[in-house]
């Protein structure tokens, strides 16, 4: 039964994202299909699967040509963070939209006490998946150490993935709330920083694992010493008395903050989101169309951790490029640097569809215009990137003034690259909708983004001047294309 319930749940949420969008709401052959291939979790759920058990077989050959039996559990630990922050991330933005559908508000009139786990369970479920990230290197793991220690290491890798989920519904629950009253701004800037610091773990991460490859031998004795935090622990399953005791231990742990946590989340959905006290007024706004509807996107990510951290990603990405443009010092770094920050400004696409929630219904009912729509659209997803691309390119330049060059493509290239997203997304459309995230789309876009990015990049090394008009005249296009 709670099977079915999930699955009806994620059935909801496919045909509520499908429904926003006219060209296919409009063309019942065409919704048709699209629901059947999208709202399908079983098919969801193995082609997930496929996919992360295909990752791990990348990793698999680090834990089993290890020397020492002993560096291969340590390897393996390292790769145990990944699951963890995977849940931990996917659980905090995919709760508030999730939530934000109004998918559970059917569920309210029913006599069920713990409502909340079926939003969890929901999470869960696509997220569990990423667990198999570390099938393979668990099957090394065995044939290294053993049948037992194989299992044992599988088991540290569910208990990471619910780790991570418990945490994710945890800031949610105490994060995710809507914003307001006095200081609000500097509460904002404080959980974008936070955000900021929490995604660059995934660097630290990175690092962790690739000092842990090189070093596992001297590393061995700090993780058993610290054997009890995760991810340390991980390593004990060179001694499988110890490795279970701790499972339980963890188990005990999570399942009780879990329990606590849903019952929290179950109450706040039955009551509602809370405004945060703050007194609000209508007000005559004097800015454009575009500007305005973008101005309402910022307030609203600014309001909502999850949302806030999809628009912020784009920054959290290209800070491997910074540190090694900061590191060179080269005009050539500074240039590649910008190259990325353009690179990954589509990334924020995922948020600034989802930014709207139920509230894009009541968008459609307004008369607002296709080209307006997507010009404050482009002006939400570029200007994250445009204004830290500009930021980090001035820094850049008091170390060389070679870094001045590339300062006019710090703020066309994001533009463009926004901008062919935003096109590719909404490719013949002709009214205000929600567009169906695909892979194909999501292809389409890296493809040409990366044709962009690549002439850019050759243009500057040939004349590096050549490049500004080449970018003004593709930001002229799209614009003129996005408001025909």
Known sequence: MEWEIIRVLYREMTYRRLKANPQLSADWEKFSKAFKRGGSLKRALISQS?????????????VYYTKDPGG????YASYCMIPMIMALYGTAVTA??????????????????????????????????TALFLLAPSVALALRL??????????WAITGTMLGHTLGLFIYDRFGRVSGGRFSGVKTALKALGILVVMSLFYGLNYFQRYVATHYEGLKEVFQRYSVAYPFSVSTVEKPLLSIGLLIAYGLVIGTVYVLTV??????????????????????????????????????????????????????????SLIGAINSGSGSAALGFVLAVGWTSAISIDAVLKIDGRA???????????????RGKIITMATIPVVSGTLA??????????ALKVLPLAVLLPVATSGTALAVFYWKAEEVSLPQTTWKKMLATLAVNGLIVGITGGLWYLRWFLSVPFLLAVDTLLLWYLSR
């Open 50 to 62: 496929i996919l992360y058990s295909l990752f791990g077989l990348i990793l698999s050959p680090a």
């Open 72 to 75: 291969s559990a340590v390897i």
């Open 96 to 129: 508030q939209y999730a939530v934000s559908l109004g998918l559970f508000e059917p569920l309210l009139s029913l006599p069920i006490e713990v409502g909340g786990r079926y939003l969890s369970v929901l999470l869960l479920t696509i997220e569990l998946p």
């Open 146 to 155: 053993g049948a037992l220690n194989g299992l044992l290491g599988f088991a």
């Open 263 to 320: 019952r929290r989340l179950w109450a706040r959905i039955s009551e509602g989101t809370a405004t945060g006290g703050r007194k609000t007024t209508g007000r005559i706004s004097l800015h454009s169309p575009a500007l305005a509807l973008a101005l309402k996107d910022f307030k609203v990510a600014s309001r909502n951790t999850s949302l806030l951290t999809g628009l912020l990603m784009p920054i959290v990405v290209i800070i491997p």
């Open 360 to 374: 894009f219904e009541v968008l459609r009912t307004l008369p607002l215009e296709l080209k307006t729509f997507l």
């Open 393 to 402: 390119t001035a820094v850049l330049s008091l170390k060389t003034s070679e």
